[in-house]
């Protein structure tokens, strides 16, 4: 009977809770897993909250009524519960009740565990993506979708429209294209766009669009191929080469062999092959061909039954390297073109750089007194013959502020300040001159007889002109020259060539065209009779003008004489002055006379007689003059002398 009274006393218990785990009394201890459907009695005095071996564990309960709060034991004592007060403890149980959950830290993947599958729920936009943008551990942020991205249906794709990269075109042609004529190019002919190019173009040549033209520099590959025909019954030769800017590139020629027409079936062949080259924008190639035999063309053929229709010619072009399409600079000083060039002008007062079209002028002036630039040759040339405060020798002259010259010279040294002069010779002698008066003095041999000077010559050391109201003074070597009074207004031009223009006496001219010049002949001599003689040794000639009438001597001497020379005839001295013929003068007709010798030794005896010597008429050479020298008997020439007078225009 005690038996069943305790079973029926424990069973309405067993009613109120269920238990799934053995568990100690109360308070007592860690529970692993329990339900309950009833009151939890928490435990409301700390000394008997102990576990089983008599001590306390982290994280116990009590209630105190004595202040009606829940203390949890930390580990080291009991803790009041705040309740949502001032104090965040993360390790009790008020945290895990109370706190809202802020933030997870996963230290490994998140996975299912006894069968509860874990929901992470945000507020988020439309079409936004969580992630962090830094690399740290944080809150998780929005990350936006950039362009070119669509995020639909949790889908990310990338919707955007990609940038060509490199230059390219494709091109053809679908018409006949023939030989006129055998051995010479034709440029092959691309009409067709076989897609959109980018950046190469066909242009025409005047007779078919051939010349493949690049907007932009780089590395280029050119593959091209043609379909040959052959209506000739025997083989014939065809040659590929390329053109660059209208000009054959050496090495490029390829020989193809096309085959002959057997029975009705004509010979056909399509070669193809390729270039690589370097490019600079603007410039365009073209493809040419050639035949040995009219009767080979470039040929399209049509579409048949079983195949599509044939091209006459094929050409690719693509960029290997360079300056990409969609990379590289865009702009240059706000220019956008492609191929742009860079020239230099002068239009401008400063340097400046204008950019227009494709093309940028840098402007750079010559420097002026208006004008920042640069220097010219002709304005660096005068610069640097400027004279230095000191140490420097002028061989010209120098104007300095108004009217002040001063020159050095080898012979003599001289300043000029207006109308005065200062000379001082080579040999030491002075002249000076005052600036302010024109007074003259001397100092030294040399002297001019005047007290005022209104100008000067020096040709020597020791040659002085001047000139005043009182007359002309010359004056060579310390001793007096030549006196012409004033009013005889004597008057004496010189040139370079030794010519003195003008002598004037007295108002009235006395000479003009006064020359004297001397130097080595180097005409023609031919001697007629015997041997000529050979090897001159001394050859000259001197002549004189006074006015119209020329006087002319030449000598020539021999080392190797001649044997029985009878006539000797010359060519006149280049540069003499052009004889005057007479009206009316025949073809080698003797036309002015004068002394000449032909003689077998330098050294003249006593007692020779000049022969004669004569001018003449020649219309064989030019100036249709020559001189002769006609002895009485044959000579063993060894010496040729002749002085002759004649006019001229």
Same mark, same amino acid.
């Given at each position: 009977?005690?038996?069943?009274?305790?079973?029926?006393?424990?069973?309405?218990?067993?009613?109120?809770?269920?238990?799934?785990?053995?568990?100690?009394?109360?308070?007592?201890?860690?529970?692993?897993?329990?339900?309950?459907?009833?009151?939890?009695?928490?435990?409301?005095?700390?000394?008997?909250?102990?576990?089983?071996?008599?001590?306390?564990?982290?994280?116990?309960?009590?209630?105190?009524?004595?202040?009606?709060?829940?203390?949890?034991?930390?580990?080291?004592?009991?803790?009041?519960?705040?309740?949502?007060?001032?104090?965040?403890?993360?390790?009790?149980?008020?945290?895990?009740?109370?706190?809202?959950?802020?933030?997870?830290?996963?230290? *490994?993947?998140?996975?299912?565990?006894?069968?509860?599958?874990?929901?992470?729920?945000?507020?988020?936009?439309?079409?936004?993506?969580?992630?962090?943008?830094? @690399?740290?551990?944080?809150?998780?942020?929005?990350?936006?979708?950039?362009?070119?991205? !669509?995020?639909?249906?949790?889908?990310?794709?990338?919707?955007?429209?990609?940038?060509?990269?490199?230059?390219?075109?494709?091109?053809?042609?679908?018409?006949?294209?023939?030989?006129?004529?055998?051995?010479?190019?034709?440029?092959?002919?691309? @009409?067709?766009?076989?897609?959109?190019?980018?950046?190469?173009?066909?242009?025409?040549?005047?007779? /078919?669009?051939?010349?493949?033209?690049?907007?932009?520099?780089?590395?280029?590959?050119?593959?091209?191929?043609?379909?040959?025909?052959?209506?000739?019954?025997?083989? %014939?030769?065809?040659?590929?080469?390329?053109?660059?800017?209208?000009?054959?590139?050496?090495?490029?020629?390829?020989?193809?062999?096309?085959?002959?027409?057997?029975?009705?079936?004509?010979?056909?062949?399509?070669?193809?092959?390729?270039?690589?080259?370097?490019?600079?924008?603007?410039?365009?190639?073209?493809?040419?061909?050639?035949?040995?035999?009219?009767?080979?063309?470039?040929?399209?053929?049509?579409?048949?039954?079983?195949?599509?229709?044939?091209?006459?010619?094929?050409?690719?072009?693509?960029?290997?390297?360079?300056?990409? %399409?969609?990379?590289?600079?865009?702009?240059?000083?706000?220019?956008?073109?492609?191929?742009?060039?860079?020239?230099?002008?002068?239009?401008?007062?400063?340097?400046?750089?204008?950019?227009?079209?494709?093309?940028?002028?840098?402007?750079?002036?010559?420097?002026?007194?208006?004008?920042?630039?640069? $220097?010219?040759?002709?304005?660096?040339?005068?610069?640097?013959?400027?004279?230095?405060?000191?140490?420097?020798?002028?061989?010209?002259?120098?104007?300095?502020?108004? /009217?002040?010259?001063? %020159? =050095?010279?080898?012979?003599?040294?001289?300043?000029?300040?207006? =109308?005065?002069?200062?000379?001082?010779?080579?040999?030491?002698?002075?002249?000076?001159?005052?600036?302010?008066?024109?007074?003259?003095?001397?100092?030294?041999?040399?002297?001019?007889?005047?007290?005022?000077?209104?100008?000067?010559?020096?040709?020597?050391?020791?040659?002085?002109?001047?000139?005043?109201?009182?007359?002309?003074?010359?004056?060579?070597?310390?001793?007096?020259?030549? !006196?012409?009074?004033?009013?005889?207004?004597?008057?004496?031009? !010189?040139?370079?060539?030794?010519?003195?223009?003008?002598?004037?006496?007295?108002?009235?001219?006395?000479?003009?065209?006064?020359?004297?010049?001397?130097?080595?002949?180097?005409?023609?001599?031919?001697?007629?009779?015997?041997?000529?003689?050979?090897?001159?040794?001394?050859?000259?000639?001197?002549?004189?003008?006074?006015?119209?009438?020329?006087?002319?001597?030449?000598?020539?001497?021999?080392?190797?004489?001649? /044997?029985?020379?009878?006539?000797? !005839?010359?060519?006149?001295?280049?540069? %003499?002055?052009?004889?005057? @013929?007479?009206?009316? *003068? $025949?073809?080698?007709?003797?036309?002015?006379?004068?002394?000449?010798?032909?003689?077998?030794?330098?050294?003249?005896? @006593?007692?020779?007689?000049?022969?004669?010597?004569?001018?003449?008429?020649?219309?064989?050479?030019?100036?249709?003059?020559?001189?002769?020298?006609?002895?009485?008997?044959?000579?063993?020439?060894?010496?040729? *002398?002749?002085?002759?007078?004649?006019?001229?225009?």
């Amino acid at each position: 009977m005690k038996k069943i009274f305790i079973l029926l006393f424990l069973l309405p218990l067993l009613s109120k809770a269920q238990v799934y785990q053995a568990m100690p009394q109360a308070g007592y201890g860690p529970v692993k897993r329990m339900i309950f459907d009833s009151v939890l009695s928490i435990p409301l005095g700390i000394s008997k909250v102990q576990n089983i071996t008599g001590g306390r564990d982290t994280g116990q309960l009590r209630y105190n009524k004595a202040d009606s709060s829940l203390y949890t034991y930390s580990g080291n004592g009991w803790r009041k519960v705040s309740g949502g007060g001032t104090t965040t403890d993360t390790t009790s149980l008020s945290n895990r009740i109370d706190n809202k959950l802020s933030s997870i830290t996963a230290t *490994s993947p998140i996975t299912v565990t006894e069968g509860i599958t874990p929901i992470i729920s945000t507020s988020m936009a439309t079409n936004k993506l969580i992630g962090r943008s830094t @690399a740290s551990t944080g809150v998780m942020e929005q990350i936006a979708i950039g362009s070119g991205l !669509t995020l639909s249906g949790g889908t990310l794709t990338n919707t955007a429209t990609a940038t060509p990269l490199g230059y390219y075109g494709a091109f053809s042609d679908t018409t006949s294209q023939t030989a006129a004529a055998i051995n010479t190019g034709y440029p092959m002919k691309f @009409a067709i766009n076989d897609i959109t190019p980018n950046g190469v173009t066909i242009i025409t040549n005047g007779s /078919g669009k051939s010349r493949i033209t690049f907007a932009n520099s780089g590395i280029y590959n050119l593959q091209w191929s043609a379909q040959f025909r052959n209506t000739e019954s025997q083989e %014939a030769d065809a040659s590929v080469w390329l053109r660059k800017n209208g000009v054959d590139i050496v090495g490029s020629r390829g020989l193809v062999g096309v085959p002959k027409k057997t029975g009705t079936i004509n010979g056909h062949i399509l070669p193809s092959w390729n270039f690589v080259l370097d490019v600079v924008a603007g410039e365009y190639y073209e493809f040419v061909w050639s035949a040995a035999n009219t009767a080979v063309s470039i040929q399209p053929f049509p579409a048949t039954g079983y195949a599509p229709s044939t091209a006459s010619t094929i050409l690719t072009v693509s960029q290997q390297s360079g300056i990409m %399409a969609g990379t590289g600079i865009t702009a240059i000083n706000s220019l956008t073109g492609a191929a742009q060039t860079m020239i230099t002008g002068t239009d401008s007062l400063d340097f400046k750089i204008v950019s227009t079209g494709t093309q940028h002028k840098f402007n750079i002036p010559n420097a002026s007194a208006t004008k920042r630039g640069l $220097l010219s040759i002709e304005d660096w040339s005068t610069f640097n013959n400027k004279v230095s405060k000191s140490g420097d020798v002028m061989s010209g002259g120098l104007t300095i502020n108004e /009217g002040t010259i001063i %020159a =050095n010279s080898v012979d003599d040294n001289h300043a000029e300040f207006g =109308n005065g002069k200062v000379v001082i010779s080579n040999a030491g002698n002075i002249i000076t001159g005052n600036p302010n008066e024109d007074n003259g003095n001397t100092i030294g041999s040399n002297f001019i007889n005047t007290t005022k000077l209104n100008s000067y010559t020096t040709t020597n050391s020791t040659a002085i002109a001047g000139y005043s109201d009182e007359g002309i003074h010359g004056q060579f070597g310390g001793e007096n020259g030549f !006196t012409v009074t004033n009013s005889g207004r004597t008057l004496i031009g !010189t040139s370079t060539d030794n010519t003195i223009d003008k002598l004037q006496v007295d108002g009235t001219i006395a000479a003009t065209n006064l020359k004297n010049l001397s130097g080595t002949y180097s005409g023609t001599v031919t001697y007629t009779g015997g041997t000529a003689p050979t090897t001159a040794i001394y050859s000259t000639y001197r002549w004189s003008q006074t006015g119209k009438l020329v006087t002319l001597n030449i000598n020539i001497t021999y080392s190797v004489a001649g /044997g029985a020379n009878t006539i000797a !005839t010359l060519t006149l001295p280049t540069g %003499a002055p052009t004889p005057s @013929a007479i009206t009316g *003068s $025949l073809n080698l007709e003797a036309i002015y006379f004068g002394a000449g010798m032909l003689l077998a030794s330098p050294i003249v005896s @006593a007692g020779v007689t000049p022969r004669v010597a004569l001018m003449r008429n020649n219309n064989a050479i030019t100036p249709p003059f020559d001189l002769q020298v006609i002895p009485p008997a044959g000579t063993n020439t060894k010496l040729l *002398s002749i002085t002759i007078q004649y006019f001229t225009n």
